[in-house]
């Protein structure tokens, strides 16, 4: 069981470049969410889902989208990369909505 | 406007004491309160939580009170540790919304 997954660890974008955050779970959780975490700052919600096929935004959804195909992927899309979406990424996901969540490792992401 | 407020960015404790991490809310909707914790290149890992209908709850070392008239839980840990040193996060969620809201966060540096 491992848990909440993320790929890749760490990478380096230029202005203008996307990408795409993995995220999967094997915990058959319906709840997945995207935050990012910038220094000094708490956990922002981007984006959640409360079953495959549903996504709604959070707080700071610019810049970012989503989609849920399965119960266990949960990808984060950065269409135009911008220097202000440099930041730390965690998914996390959940058996009931808002209570415990379980965080992956994150991802590092530097926008240049 | 923050409605998780961690007013303490950091503190310092010696091992074997106790150590009293605070968080106060605004959003009277809460009813549910998390502590996470989290390590330098991890994700939060859950820690502990307590429900509105509840004042204290405990688990070995970590015990948290919730004072709702005061609107403000804290986290207390005795014995401290080295090992606890890592930045403790407090969230809320409530209402029909199952968002966590979180605060900054605080670091706690526990010296052997």
């Known amino acids: 069981n491992a848990g909440v997954t993320q790929t890749p660890k760490f990478r380096i974008l230029k202005i203008g470049q996307s990408m795409t955050l993995q995220c999967t779970q094997d915990?058959?959780?319906?709840?997945m969410y995207w935050y990012r975490q910038d220094p000094g700052m708490g956990l922002k919600l981007i984006y959640y889902s409360v079953g495959a096929g549903i996504t709604d935004k959070g707080e700071v959804p610019n810049g970012y989208n989503v989609s849920r195909s399965t119960t266990e992927d949960f990808p984060l899309r950065l269409e135009l990369a911008a220097p202000s979406q440099t930041s730390v990424y965690f998914c996390a996901s959940s058996d009931n909505g808002g209570e415990t969540q379980y965080f992956g490792p994150g991802t590092r992401l530097l926008v240049l | 406007d923050q409605q998780v407020k961690q007013n303490s960015p950091s503190l310092s404790v010696q091992e074997g004491r106790i150590s009293i991490l605070n968080c106060d809310y605004t959003n009277s909707m809460f009813d549910y309160f998390l502590w996470y914790k989290k390590y330098p290149a991890e994700g939060p890992t859950f820690l502990i939580s307590?429900?509105?209908?509840?004042d204290k709850n405990e688990d070995g070392r970590f015990t948290v009170f919730l004072n709702k008239s005061a609107k403000h839980l804290s986290l207390h840990i005795v014995p401290s540790q080295p090992g606890d040193s890592a930045v403790y996060f407090c969230a809320a969620v409530g209402g029909s919304n199952y968002k966590l809201t979180f605060g900054k966060g605080t670091l706690l540096t526990v010296n052997p």
């Open positions: 915990m058959n959780h319906n709840y």
């Open positions: 307590i429900s509105s209908i509840k």
